[in-house]
């Protein structure tokens, strides 16, 4: 698919839709900065489980995202209410800030205390 062909199948409202989700995105991104949060400060020495991996998977309108783990445990869940266009990309890059994290920190992964 050339530029042109995505540039007629992505409108102007789409296209709105994907910038604002990345620039909300990025404000998220800045406020659970490691120096922001309290829960990276604290060590992790409770559990060997980790996040190693992410698999996405586009059904209708719905993003459906899981989550795999070094001991074999996998988590469901999925994104819906945005365009499932950006979300896809966006959760692809949101892995990188909790890939080889331990998965049942979930204060450290909601960024709040």
């Given at each position: 698919?050339?530029?042109?062909?995505?540039?007629?199948?992505l409108?102007?409202?789409?296209?709105?839709?994907?910038?604002?989700?990345?620039?909300?995105?990025a404000?998220?991104?800045?406020?659970?900065?490691?120096?922001?949060n309290?829960?990276?400060?604290?060590?992790?020495?409770?559990?060997?489980?980790?996040?190693?991996g992410?698999?996405?998977?586009?059904?209708?309108?719905?993003?459906?995202?899981?989550?795999?783990?070094?001991?074999?445990?996998?988590?469901?869940?999925?994104?819906?209410?945005?365009?499932?266009?950006?979300?896809?990309?966006?959760?692809?890059?949101?892995?990188?800030?909790?890939?080889?994290?331990?998965?049942?920190?979930?204060?450290?992964?909601?960024?709040?205390?």
């Open positions: 698919m050339n530029r042109t062909d995505l540039q007629r199948k409108g102007r409202r789409e296209l709105l839709a994907g910038v604002g989700t990345a620039a909300a995105m404000l998220v991104q800045n406020s659970v900065a490691d120096e922001n309290p829960a990276t400060q604290v060590a992790d020495r409770s559990s060997s489980i980790r996040i190693t992410m698999k996405l998977y586009w059904v209708g309108p719905v993003v459906y995202v899981k989550i795999e783990t070094n001991h074999g445990i996998s988590g469901w869940g999925d994104l819906k209410g945005v365009d499932p266009r950006p979300a896809k990309v966006l959760a692809q890059s949101l892995f990188e800030l909790i890939d080889g994290e331990n998965p049942t920190r979930i204060e450290r992964h909601n960024g709040c205390c």
